[in-house]
């Protein structure tokens, strides 16, 4: 579950299913009903501006979440995985600051924006 009124988050979750070659990962926005459905059946909203990955029954958020979904992308991102090795609060530090500044990354106002249609 990614933020879909976010530019950024929507490029990030257009550029997953880009590069999931088997379809493993659905992507919805947290704001969306079937967002808030999730959400409240896995242990209610985010504790911040983060993402949510749901995986076998686990929940992840932050930089668990980005690098366990790598793992499940097209070769080379299951290396980032690797990064699994840095310890998790530092790890967290720089999720946050790109979470913090990801709208000044590209220029974004505050128009909605929405996910590519699939292909």
Known sequence: MFDGDCQFCSAVANFVRKNDPTGRFTLV??????????LEATGGPP????????DYGSRFERSDAAL????GLRWPWPLAYALMLVPQALR???YRFVACNRRGFTGETDE????????
Request: glycine share 4%; net charge negative; proline share 12%.
């Open 29 to 38: 926005p947290l704001a969306s009903p079937e967002g808030q459905a999730l």
């Open 47 to 54: 504790r911040d501006d983060t993402f949510v990955l749901l």
């Open 68 to 71: 366990s979904l790598a793992l």
């Open 92 to 94: 967290d530090d720089v």
């Open 112 to 119: 909605r924006h929405n996910l590519e249609s699939p292909p």
